[in-house]
């Protein structure tokens, strides 16, 4: 079930303090954090994608706060650190002088989609190294006493942009490029609407296996697949255009992205979860919010490419303890909040694409900001504790199909004042979501989500 998440203070006032350091030492690493908070609403160290410390007595202090050795990063003098606990960024330690007992911080890398996007936004010349889509590419800036660095990755957790694992995995072959393009361009392309969802599923996991089969690695094929369905939500929803336009003009893209949510029927649920699985995810934890609820969630994360999804759909009461993720359930008399949004709209990974994707912003200005910029308003929060905010966009609403309504009302979902209103007026389809996160809380407020999925039900006129 759901895991007890911990705040862990300590550990995010030190990485703030190696943040600050960094940018004291890097003049442009300063100004580019100053434009992000005005001219994107985010936080830089909500981008960062490693921390570079040098001085050997810090390993001590990064163990005493949680941090752990990944073993199979261990590079030449450099040793790789994460936190499996909390939402922080990697460290990687220098020992070239080992005798060097004080510690300092030396660089500081952030994560963006594109790194030639990203210097021709500032107009920086950058030549990244590494093989253009390869598994790691990486552009750097020198500072006065620290070095800035931007970052790609695709489905690797490592820090050579020539790296002899991924050669042996063929990824860095001359037709790798050609591959990779070619398997993202098989997902983009599919076919998303179908009369028989049966089918839809059975074609999409055939197509599934085509992508992963041809970029010969599942984490490859994970980057590739959620690539392509940011892309096809975003298209379906302005608040999303707007903030990423803003984003992108900073030649940063999603990479601030926190969690990416799909609903789906009961009926299809394990199939989808069995999608996310060939992809290489394991499964988190598993929320039912109570018996009347009226709904559940698996949290995945996959551990290469570190995306997280929220899948959820309808529960009933007795439904607490079961094993949704295997077990097919049949549709409830009545669909709740859930199930209804999939009926009028399709399921999150064919037609109706996903139902949200969460990005990490600063909480107050995001709202304050989109309003003034794009004419784009806030839900009231969902969540409002010290270390986790929440709130949704104000929906949008999208165009129901007739054959999807005159289902929904020949099962009996909705009456046939529900159907014309429907019809006339679309219902609510997506949104973006506001989140920040502090002392590197990693959880969900299940409370606070059980509201906000009444609050968004299709059957409310919004």
């Known amino acids: 079930m759901s895991r007890d998440w911990k705040r862990l203070p300590e550990t995010e006032s030190l990485v703030v303090e190696w943040t600050e350091k960094a940018l004291a030492g890097n003049d442009f690493a300063a100004d580019l954090a100053r434009r992000m908070k005005t001219e994107t609403s985010t936080r830089f160290r909500d981008w960062i994608d490693h921390i570079i410390l040098e001085g050997d007595d810090c390993i001590e202090t990064l163990e005493r706060i949680g941090y752990r050795r990944e073993i199979s990063q261990a590079i030449g003098p450099l040793i790789v650190f994460t936190h499996d606990e909390g939402v922080f960024p990697r460290v990687v330690v220098r020992m070239e002088r080992p005798q060097k007992r004080s510690y300092n911080v030396r660089g500081v890398a952030i994560k963006v989609e594109s790194i030639g996007d990203f210097s021709r936004a500032h107009d920086l010349g950058l030549e990244p190294v590494g093989y253009p889509l390869g598994p790691y590419r990486e552009a750097w800036i020198n500072g006065q006493s620290v070095n800035f660095g931007v970052v790609e990755r695709r489905g690797y957790r490592g820090f050579e ?113 069995g999608m996310f699985k060939k992809l290489g995810f394991d499964l988190r934890e598993r929320f039912h919010a109570g018996e009347q609820a009226g709904w559940g969630a698996q949290i995945l994360e996959h551990p290469t490419t570190g995306i997280v999804i929220f899948a959820d759909l309808d529960l009933a009461p007795t439904e607490a303890d079961s094993d949704f993720t295997r077990v097919t359930l049949p549709d409830l008399p009545k669909p709740n909040t859930v199930g209804l949004w999939v009926g009028l709209h399709g399921e999150s990974i064919l037609e109706a694409g996903m139902h949200h994707l969460e990005a990490q912003f600063d909480f107050d200005s995001l709202k304050t900001d989109l309003a003034r910029d794009a004419g784009v308003s806030m839900m009231p929060p969902f969540s409002d504790f010290p270390f986790l905010r929440q709130a949704f966009t104000t929906g949008e609403r999208r165009p129901v199909d007739r054959k999807r309504a005159d289902r929904c009302l020949a099962a009996g979902w909705i009456t046939r004042d529900e159907h014309a209103r429907f019809l006339s007026e679309g219902a609510i389809g997506g949104h973006l979501e506001n989140l920040e996160r502090n002392e590197g809380y990693k959880g969900f407020n299940q409370k606070s989500v059980g509201a906000i999925l009444e609050a968004t039900n299709p059957r409310l006129k919004h």
């Open 161 to 273: 942009p020539f790296a002899g694992d991924q050669a042996r995995l063929g990824r860095m072959s001359p037709h790798a490029a050609r591959e990779t393009l070619s398997a993202r361009e098989l997902w983009q392309a599919r076919r998303r609407k179908f009369d028989d969802d049966s089918i839809g599923f059975d074609e999409t996991e055939q197509l599934l296996d085509r992508v992963v089969e041809r970029t010969g690695s599942a984490d490859l094929a994970c980057h590739l697949v959620f690539e392509v369905e940011r892309d096809y939500w975003q298209s379906l929803n302005r608040a999303a255009q707007a903030q990423k336009t803003r984003q992108d003009r900073l030649g940063l893209g999603w990479a601030n992205h926190d969690h990416h949510t799909f609903r789906s029927s009961r009926r299809f649920f394990p199939r989808l979860i």
